[in-house]
């Protein structure tokens, strides 16, 4: 089955991802009459956030919404949330990204439990050059079980990383090992407060990453021992020193974010949780009950033994399997679009410290194909939502002609603390 046109017009722009960025490129489409349909793998929209819902952000809402959806809703009624307010996951989606998706303009071109499976022109592998940007790309897409394929005339892939989490294993390597022990393993942020609180009430719960995920878990796991004190937190980190974790502080440009690092130093100082830092994960065991986790640290082979569950929060990376047929050009250390490399590597930059990009940076070898939000920028953690919303209007302008729009790119970021390597959730949390 095909599904081709939309809206009695021409072939659409295909948007794979119904999260922030997704919807954000729906609403400029939709704004310039242009047609389009969006794919959303979950049965709604912004099946990733809904799986951190109960984490509250760093970034306020004025940082969160997208302009044209901004003037799309308040046209039809909508009354913005206080611009100042931290938002959780849960009140983004139904504050925001839920009306945003039932606004008339949009509501009829979303699909969901859509599946996008492959990319590419349609008729023509890969390696065929000759005439291909006169085709049409075709998605292969999987929808409530059954098989369809798309033609478009451009694809924003806005599917973003969550679904792609990084192992524990320092040398980001899967090992079977850590395959074999997955039941005891949550990659993420787990409701440790709520619907995840009684696996680990009074367990020993390993912590693994240095990131804003990482940290909020274990405060989460901080309470949660105040209320169950035979709970025991141990936290591993690769980085030498854990003040290197706590960011900004009082200095840091979003408030939200500042104050997670206070607390994390607090409960540091406090002597609940057993810290390891310099700690090169290298393999899981498990023997008798628990898990033995060995490690390596300052050249010596460390083994944390008893463990009985794991929070692996060591960031994500982009599924480009789905990709194979389209030709794309990404950075081979981040797994960034190549041209963002330099301006997002997270040995370097902070949040804040990105500079304005869109259309120009983000554009493909294969004509019309754009990688999109998070997902752009590979393992780096420097992401924010607000980068994402200027990528697409950036974009689209790109897309239906207004090549000077495209290339005035201007974004206003916080000042932040440091976003490294591992940070895992600074796209997810900001």
Known sequence: MSECCVKGQGLPVAIIGGGPVGLAAAARLAAKNEPFLLFESA?????????????????????????????????EGWTAPDEEELPTGAELVERYLEPLSRSPSIQPYLRFNAKVTAVGRKGLSKAVTKGRERLPFVLHVLQDGKRKVIEARAVIDASGTWGSPNPANSGGIWTEDELYVHDRIVYGIPDVSGRDRARYANQKVLVVGSGHSAIQALLDLERLQAEEPATRIVWVIRKPDVAAVYGGQENDGLRGRGELGIRMRKLVESGIAEVWTSFHIESFKEEGSGITVTGERHGKTIRIEGIDEVICSTGSRPDMDFLKEVRTDMDSAIESVSALAPLIDPNVHSCGTVRPHGEKELRQPERDFYIVGSKSYGRAPTFLMATGYEQVRSVVAALTGDWDAASNVELELPETGVCGVGAGGSGCCG
């Not at 099946?47 to 959806?69: C, K």
């Open 43 to 75: 049965a709604a929209v912004a099946g990733n956030i809904r799986e951190w819902s109960h984490v509250r952000v760093f970034s306020p809402w004025r940082y969160n919404i997208d302009r044209a959806a901004r003037m799309l809703l308040e046209a």
